[in-house]
Every structure is written in C-alpha cells, then in structure tokens.
C-alpha cells in the first residue's frame, strides 16, 4: 500500500515537473518570436529610414530654393516641389546622404555633407557654388552644359580622384580642387581660358590634366603642391594659345607666371609677355635695350635704375633687379 502511494507521489511530481518545462519551452517560444518581431521591426524601420525617409524645405520667401533633410542613403532631388518650381538646391540638413541625383531644371548647387560620396549633376546647371564632403569621390556631370561656373574653393578637400569639366563651362573660380589629395586626372572644357589662383594647390597625386585648347593664361600658384609644379610647358602639353599664343619656357618657383610687382613697374601683370607688348605698357616709364639674346636691359625714366629682363624668343618670362 505504501508502496503504491509513493509512486503516486513520484508520478505527480513527474507530471508537475514536465508541466513546468512545458510552459518554460511556450514562453522561450514567446519571447523567440517577439524578439524575431522587434528585430524585424528595427530592421523595416533601419531601411524605411535608409531608403525612404526623405523630407524638403522650400522658402516661401524665395520658393525656388530647396534643402534636403534625409536619412536616406540615396536622394533623388526635385525641380518641382508642392506645385513651386525649383532652381536652387541650397544646402543639406541632417543627413544620412550617400547619393545625391538632381534633376533636370536646377540651376544652382550648394551642399555639404561628410557622408556624402557621389553627386549627379543635370545638364541645367549654371552655377556651383560648393559641393563638399570629405567621403565624395564621384561628380558626375552631362557631357554638355551651358555657361557653367564652378566657384572659388567649390570641390576643395574632398576625395574625388578624376573628373570631367564638361564642354560649356566657361569659369573657373581660384582653389577649385584645393587639396584634393587624390586627385590623379582632370579633363578641363575648351572654353575655359584662364586657370586662377591655387586651382590645384596641395593636389599631391595628380598625374594628368587635359588642358582647355583656348588656354590663354595660369596664374603662377595654380599649381604649387602637385608633381606637376615647375616641369615644362611641353612636358605638361600646354597649347600652343597659352600665354599670349607662344610656346615658352614653364618658369620655375622663382619667376614661373609671377605677377610683376609693381613697386618695379608701373602695371601689374603675368609672366610671359611678349617684348613688344611690356613696351607698350611701359614706354613712358622704362627705355628697353635688347643687350644679347636672352636678356634686356630696362632703364627707369624716373630714377635710372635697371632691371635685367629675361628672354626666350623675345617673350619675357621673368626678370631681376640690379644692384645700384
């Protein structure tokens, strides 16, 4: 008898316990899928915020300017908003952005952004003043534009490592692709003719650059910075229209395109310039003598000082003061 009433005992117990680890297994199945759930749920709202997540602001003072504020990785931006035609993309708020697409129609650009790494640009566009981003390697301009300025310092400290300046645009601001470390090749738009003041200043790994045929003139810092700083104009196919239409010699750190200072002369200018043409400029000031070759002597009316000119081929392309 009493041996029936233990194993009654030990069933019970048995029942109880496979009970308990049943209910445990239904609540760790529970909290499994509410946990698949929340995580679901985090990864929807992660790629909803990533993808999809895109707001704009318009100025109703000046309806034609649009700001981004994304989370979005790729953002597609709008020439029409809420029935008002957009021109102006003017700024980015908090942002995720990877990706910047503009469409047909926007005429102005100016964003900044470090997460930003590519930028499509429509063949509307007539201004730049910045895109920046120290993540941006990709600009991607249409092969033809029309009356396109780039602004000062625009495209400066980011990772782009080739660009194309297209055909149509016809300036260039000084500092363009200031310090653009990676900068290797740039392919400029014939109709540029003038390449200013620290255009590739810094641009340590640039290798190559496709200068304008119309190139008349490159300001003498352009370059400093770059493997490309003090070689030759033949060594760096500048065009024959460069610098008054006359192949010369590329004048190094010393004298290479250096304005005149005009504590010496009279008018402010670059280097080279033809012999003639420093006459012209000069003739009330200084009486020329072409002493040999390579060099003229240019004797100041004022004080009778003289300053030794530089020659090659009757182009001036620096000078030095003489000593009293």
Known sequence: MDYNVENSKLESVREGIQAYEAALEQKRRKERIIFIVAVAFFILLYLYLRLFNTRFWIDED?????????????????????????TKLDGIGTTNIRVLNIEEGITFVAVSSDTLKKVKLPS?????????????????????VSGLGIWEYAF?????????LPEGTDYVGEGVFCNCEKLKKVTMSNQITDIPREFFYGCEKLEHVTWPEGLQSIHPEALVGTPLSGKSMKELNFPDSAYYGVPVKYINNSYYYRSVDTETFNHDFYFPVELDTFKRLEYEYWAVNKTKTNEAIATSKRNGRNVILLLEDNIIYGYRKVED
């Open 156 to 164: 400066a400290g980011t990772a782009i490592k080739e660009i194309v």
């Open 124 to 144: 509307t566009i007539k201004n730049i003043d910045y895109i920046k981003g120290k993540k941006l390697s990709r600009i991607e301009f249409p092969e033809q």
């Open 62 to 86: 000046k309806p034609e300017r649009i700001k981004v504020f994304s989370t979005a990785w790729v953002v597609n931006v709008p020439s029409e908003y809420k029935g008002k035609q957009v």
